[in-house]
């Protein structure tokens, strides 16, 4: 075993791994389109997969929890066959989980989250978990610190849906969730209030993402590819880790003696 | 495509398969405690596996929404590892994934549920969302109705949890589940209150499980085996699919036909 | 007295019996349509009538609480006159009770429910409850425990609701509850999905009570009468009291002393 | 039949009374310690008496639901047997009450109130209900509109609560809530922040109502008698039934035809 | 500083005043119409005011908490600009307040009160937010104490609303409050149920404001004049001070040298 | 009048200000400590400010509603004299204002924000509102769309609480928030996680803001004036009132006509 997945543990093997384990990362994904080229469950599948990835690295400090395979998705309801949790939802769900890990003992927690709809609510959900309990509580995008590897790679003007850098990131991860003879650019529209409201503009706000793109992909997704999607990765992972170890107070040997 | 799995589908196929799809399977498992020889997963992947296999013999009428991975386990929250859900989260989240399926179209819709402890929960969400909703709502244990394999098949005195049953079961459909050099009996405690509070006793109340068991499971595992699963879990799908057959209301030449 | 009533006492008398009592009883009724023959608020009258007489037995060691006189009933709101309570409501009407009893010191608690369909509603309450407060928690059906009566004297196929079994019940408990000269069969109707979702069956799941039966009730309550009643009655008095008696701890020649 | 009590109908004769029946009276009470003289159902037993008492003077216009047994009665907990039930527990219960007869047709209410404690949560409730339902809802204290009997008869300087008025109401409608060699004066404390919060005064707030008066009751109890209490309530009904038969927009003529 | 305004302190200042302070005074006001002639922050502006007249009476023992600018306002909201919450938010956003200002060392707190329709939301929220703190809590109409004065002032039959006793009560506090030149009486509706549903009536239940008064006020505001204003609001300063002195279990003579 | 604030007009002016009127303008503060040289309603008071200048050069399209003048401070508890909201409190109330609004036929809203601790709970209550109402929902930080000024004006590397630019802001909006003799740069603290945990970096996360800064203040304020204030000011408002002539979908010249 060189990563805690608690998914794949015994009860005995779990008690074990407490006597090391500091932090659970909880994979935190969605179920919602991602365009003509890849499968719903997308988001869920890429947050296990870095958990993973994560929790190797950081063996056996980190112990990965069960993933949150609904997230938020209002915005692309209009997609055959999203689900959508109310944000009320997916907190008392983060709470409960929450809770029982402290029971175990656990008193850190890493909500490890590859959607972008989902991260008012993880820092809502944080501030109300931490009004009612001693713990320490992190949020973090799966991949959004591998600034220098995206930089690079990605030549889209626009992504962070069933993009360029998203189908690279599971060319890499999950090649099962890519639809490949389907891959294809956003059908971006001209007109419409969303280009008023992407991230950075003054005013923020409610729009179907319909209103932007009536494929529901953004960006060129034609240009991604394996490379790009490990290079994104490995950096996002060796930031995470890195900044982990700090939050966990351990010595970097300590790790790579016992793992890598 | 011989089952519709939401998580393994695009928008676009969502789209399609909803012209056929009449109702929608929600696979409920739990993440707990299975004793010293399952993993804790294990409701989690059983009740998928059951729903994905109901769902290739009713295709195309039916579609499988994403698993429900953590259920109402506070009974085994002593054990390391589980993590429960308040009921009321649980119902939340049903809430929240019939009210977005239904967005979509579908009207019909069933909790298979592979863990005990949540059938209360799922009783009382089909009471609230019914209220709420005009849909129609069902529910179903993934094997029990397997009662003449179950008879024939399970010899323990004791079973439903990690037990002779289940783990047949889990050879059958998730051998991974399962840790062969560990399998023993379930480590029963003589004294205490959960004889007089088991089903069908004249009082029910709560108790921890490991009252009952220090191991965290029952009856003998040791007799479990693959052909013993193949016979309860093929009797649960015939039985489950024959009754699904009558709430689609179609005729089932018309699923012979395009399926088996 | 022989028997605590909560609210037959002043507060100087439940002062001087809780240096005795252990386990408050609580009842749990409904208030819906009972067929033609029974009054609507049968199942709180008689779910108190056993609470008392079971209180008798288990003197001076169990306290009678206020009888929940509504309960879950969304199945038989098409019968005029009906009251449902949603399951969060009756949720947190005996978490209200539970914690005053408990502010009054005791910490043992049945639920003594004579109405089937709050049944799942109370196992919920049992784990939402016991989850924030150290209590044991039990809730058991009026005369189910009644095995061996129930199975000598009733002939009817089905019953459960306004049947010969309850009918019987109320002629020895509370006749006033009966309408003798309406007295009838359940107009059962043949087709419909209530026969795929009665307990037992594979599927479970909500339907509305004049799905199954026109009149409101079931079987034949024209075959009920006053002696099948008590023996079912007193078989169910004798059981319940006995579990009581081992929750209790407490020797059974105490109470024979003390009270028979 | 001169009333249509709820809990003493079946569907059948509710179904014929919705005829004539124009709105619900829902009996509120209590259950709380009424000083060393008077049992803790005391305010449920009173309201359901006045009800049916209305009841009967408006004939065939209203309808008596079953009886809210328990309400807000913090103020009183730490005299032994207090149940108290939080605001929120007593709205919900009162909201699912009112949509259930709202089913059946009614879209009148009248919650007919013996608590004093209750009052402000009833006001709450009917902003809160007529937000959601377009129902017409009153509230009413049990007696508190018989100003000139009250007047007349009342000598004691404080009263309110198990006091000479309660006491003399509880002769005339149900003695049997009275311990009549227990009966006696409040026993008030000279101290404390009480008098400070009485109604009428400059502040109001919380106190516990052992700060004002040791033995749980108030005034003196000892000069009630039946005949206060029946003029009390008698003058409480005349005005209830002349406002209510505004409210109903009835003709007098045809109650006293039909049932005086 | 003479008064411990919250709105206008650093933390440092606060710091230093809590060496004192022990009661926060919270104003809670309203946002809704009144009538032709008051602009509608009415409540809000003229409970602030109040708090800093109360709070220079009772330097430096009393903290002014940020004022609750909007109220239970239901029966109002069919006149333009009126903005309601519901109960539960006023409750919540009470209860923030104080378990906040627990935080920082304040026990006793004073909700200090200008409109008629939160007195029983108040009212709730004192009960539950001392079922879960240990606090001391109050409330208070702003004026209503000040019995003397309105009844030497007030000719109007009716008031309570922009009436003769605000408006006079704005003309002394905040006369930017009011359109001089719009003053007028009442348009008071003749029919309608609302004058069996005044305060004091055997019955109370919900009115809309415009079955009352067509254009949203009561009394005569033509009578309403500075003079009344001050000796209405002097003499509930007066009164409300004398009863805040005796809670705060102060001697009179330490604040009237340090402030007046 | 050349503005429309809700807080200063009667419902008459309201309702003849709502044929015109489009959108309405919430201005969302915060209560809570800034540093030694800013009192605690500085965001409250500055929402305020720059939402009626905003409501200015939108006349006559948009109406400013009452201020929310607290918020979500979970992080500057631990300075005295900060109020936290729960997240959910402040959406509560959101949405009251939202409806009542909506019943006033108001269908867009923007809300003013100066509180970076409240961004989250705004996205998420924009989410929740919208799910339920068929509105138009927009947010916004006051200022921070002023990136030229921000970049010409602003010297200090940390800014974004009681810092160089919102001292600035304060000068040319409300100078009376600032203790000018006070003015002092952050008090840093070297370590600590704070530095892991800023806007953009890998982790996100809860900390309490005297982690940061011992005085609660960052950045330095002594390099705050008027000027700098104009220029943030000024621009801010250029760019949302621009953006907001688009949403509203008027022609600009018909503000300037009217207004300016």
Not at 19 to 37: C, D, M, N, S, T
Not at 123 to 147: C, G, P, Q
Not at 178 to 205: F, H, S, T, V
Not at 207 to 222: K, L, R, S
């Amino acid at each position: 075993m060189n990563c805690f997945e608690l998914a794949k543990m015994t009860w005995e093997e779990v008690e074990a791994s407490l006597e090391k384990v500091r932090l659970a990362i909880i994979p935190v994904g969605a179920h919602e389109q991602h365009g003509p080229h890849m499968v719903e469950s997308c988001d869920a599948v890429l947050a296990e997969k870095m958990a993973v990835k994560l929790g190797e690295r950081l063996f056996p400090y980190v112990l990965i929890a069960p993933t949150v395979n609904m997230g938020v998705s209002l915005h692309h309801m209009n997609f055959p066959g999203t689900i959508s949790l109310k944000p009320t939802t997916l907190i008392a769900l983060l709470k409960d989980m929450v809770s029982s890990l402290y029971h175990h003992g656990i008193r850190q927690f890493l909500f490890l989250n590859s959607h972008g709809g989902n991260q008012s609510t993880l820092d809502v959900a944080v501030n109300m978990i931490k009004e009612e309990m001693d713990v320490e509580l992190f949020y973090a995008k799966t991949t959004s610190s591998a600034k220098k590897a995206i930089n690079k790679n990605v030549k889209s003007t626009l992504f962070g849906h069933s993009c360029e850098r998203e189908v690279s990131e599971a060319f890499y991860l999950a090649p099962e969730l890519i639809r490949i003879e389907k891959l294809q650019k956003g059908d971006i529209q001209e007109a419409g209030r969303w280009r008023q409201l992407r991230p950075g503009c003054a005013l923020q706000g409610f729009y179907h993402y319909e209103e932007m793109t009536a494929n529901g992909c953004i960006g060129d997704a034609q240009l991604a590819n394996y490379e790009k999607g490990r290079q994104i990765v490995e950096e996002a992972l060796d930031t995470l880790s890195s900044e982990l170890i700090k939050v966990l107070k351990i010595e970097e040997d300590s790790i790579i003696r016992s793992n890598r």
